[in-house]
T-cell receptor, first 116, second 113 residues
Framework: DTGVSQDPRHKITKRGQNVTFRCDPI?????LYWYRQTLGQGPEFLTYFQNEAQLEKSRLLSDRFSAERPKGSFSTLEIQRTEQGDSAMYLC?????WGAGGNIQYFGAGTRLSVL | GESVGLHLPTLSVQEGDNSIINCAYSNSASDYFIWYKQESGKGPQFIID?????DKRQGQRVTVLLNKTVKHLSLQIAATQPGDSAVYFCAENVLGGSEKLVFGKGTKLTVNP
């Protein structure tokens, strides 16, 4: 499978614990994005990387959230001191730097986080 | 602020009928739009895109129409099949601006056999 890969698919944690998710983008895609999706809503943008540089961050990305893409390939999203409100699907997407005139973002299947 | 909305949260059609899913956007600066399909337990899947210099774009069984005057776009699915049952999102972007896609809430399409 050469699509965007996310791990784990599901994560159940207790409030106050730290969690980390991993995203492997499509090979050679320079751009990588994280979104959050709650039930019945569309995805909401969290952050964007071009290669290893984090170029955009949403106000949704509180101090408890941190994302990295150290070598410009895979990315991790860490949530510290999780809260019940963090329960959501966390989606990763990637796109090539030079697309065919657009910004098509290809999504992974997501990591579903449940905070108890 | 910028937002993308949908007129109908649910749409039910008979197999073989044509489906039309609507979307309104409010950011007049948006110049790029994408339709995504999301099945249960999966991530959004790209269907078709359109730039603001076009009014219409066709794909395989799908057509996207863009009306910039009223800031409205629609997705038409021809000969709808049970496999088309999913939630459909439109998303907007400003090319050359922020990299983020702004999504609406989605329309749930149910195709009855």
């Amino acid at each position: 499978d050469t699509g965007v890969s996310q791990d784990p698919r599901h994560k159940i944690t207790k409030r106050g614990q730290n969690v980390t998710f991993r995203c492997d983008p499509i090979s050679e895609h320079n751009r990588l994005y994280w979104y959050r999706q709650t039930l019945g809503q569309g995805p909401e943008f969290l952050t964007y990387f071009q290669n290893e540089a984090q170029l955009e961050k949403s106000r949704l990305l509180s101090d408890r959230f941190s994302a990295e893409r150290p070598k410009g390939s895979f990315s991790t999203l860490e949530i510290q001191r999780t809260e019940q409100g963090d329960s959501a699907m966390y989606l990763c997407a990637s796109s090539p730097l030079w697309g065919a005139g657009g910004n098509i973002q290809y999504f992974g299947a997501g990591t579903r986080l449940s905070v108890l | 602020g910028e937002s993308v909305g949908l007129h109908l949260p649910t749409l039910s059609v008979q197999e073989g009928d044509n489906s039309i899913i609507n979307c309104a956007y409010s950011n007049s600066a948006s110049d790029y739009f994408i339709w995504y399909k999301q099945e249960s337990g999966k991530g959004p899947q790209f269907i078709i895109d359109i730039r603001s210099n076009m009014d219409k774009r066709q794909g395989q069984r799908v057509t996207v129409l863009l009306n910039k005057t009223v800031k409205h776009l629609s997705l038409q699915i021809a000969a709808t099949q049970p496999g088309d049952s999913a939630v459909y999102f439109c998303a907007e972007n400003v090319l050359g601006g922020s990299e983020k896609l702004v999504f609406g809430k989605g329309t749930k399409l149910t195709v009855n056999p």
